[in-house]
């Protein structure tokens, strides 16, 4: 897995920096396929923005949230991403998805 993580208007420290690694192994614990992740951290006066997209085999996930926290901010984008990648990963193992049923209708 690739992670760049960048910062507008803001200096990712090496607390930052750990902090997101740690949250974001939630995320490829759930999913091996991860390809790669890019995070942009933002602060515009009192609020603290928090993006992500992560690229998949076959998708890419792009997930925001917004605190006065960054933090919190962080926290509910990992849990708003956790809830996206592990509805993908249902979507890939149905194995039903896609067939025909028969319905017959007796005359």
Same mark, same amino acid.
């Given at each position: ?39 942009? +951290?933002?602060?515009?006066?009192? *609020?603290? #923005?928090?993006?992500?997209?992560? =690229?998949?085999? !076959?998708?890419? $996930?792009? /997930? ?16 708003? +991403?956790?809830?996206?990648?592990? *509805?993908? #990963?249902?979507?890939?193992?149905? =194995?039903?998805? !896609?067939?025909? $049923?028969? /319905?017959?209708?007796?005359?």
């Amino acid at each position: 897995m690739n992670l760049q993580i960048s910062g507008h208007h803001l200096e990712i420290t090496p607390a930052i920096h750990e902090y997101v690694t740690g949250k974001l192994e939630r995320v490829t614990r759930h999913f091996d396929n991860v390809i790669d992740v890019n995070v942009i +951290l933002s602060v515009d006066k009192l *609020k603290q #923005k928090a993006e992500v997209t992560v =690229h998949l085999s !076959g998708k890419d $996930v792009h /997930v925001e949230s917004i605190d006065e926290d960054l933090y919190a901010a962080l926290d509910s984008l990992v849990d708003k +991403l956790e809830r996206q990648i592990q *509805k993908h #990963k249902q979507k890939i193992q149905d =194995h039903h998805r !896609g067939q025909k $049923v028969s /319905v017959v209708v007796p005359d």
